[in-house]
């Protein structure tokens, strides 16, 4: 069982950045595979990047070149930062753990508007 904490959403302006957090219950050595999804009001829940075996990196074509996924194993915990921020990027984020089951945050608002 992995437990999955979330920080470091809020609101911010158009251009602006953000880099949220999702720390780790236990030890992440072991997982693979992890990632970042976002859920807009009305819209299904979407993978924004991925990170596979700690160098491999997926984006969705929506924020390449905008958002960086990364992680630390000695602190549990995996990264997002965002950088350029767009209004449709406001969205909760969760992060994502599987290691063999799926585990999900709760969730941090990132909100950006003028």
């Known amino acids: 069982q992995v437990h999955l904490v979330e920080s470091g959403g809020g609101l911010v302006q158009p251009g602006g950045s953000l880099r949220p957090s999702c720390v780790a219950s236990?030890?992440?050595?072991?997982?693979?595979?992890m990632g970042w999804y976002r859920q807009a009001p009305g819209k299904e829940r979407e993978l924004v990047a991925r990170?596979?075996?700690?160098?491999?990196?997926i984006y969705t074509d929506s924020v390449q070149g905008r958002f960086t996924i990364s992680r630390d194993n000695a602190k549990n915990t995996m990264y997002l930062q965002m950088n350029s921020l767009k209004p449709e990027d406001t969205a909760v984020y969760f992060c994502?753990?599987?290691?063999?089951?799926?585990?999900w945050g709760q969730g941090t608002q990132v909100t950006v508007s003028s």
């Open positions: 236990a030890s992440i050595l072991s997982i693979i595979d």
């Open positions: 994502n753990a599987l290691s063999p089951n799926r585990y």
């Open positions: 990170i596979i075996g700690g160098a491999s990196t």
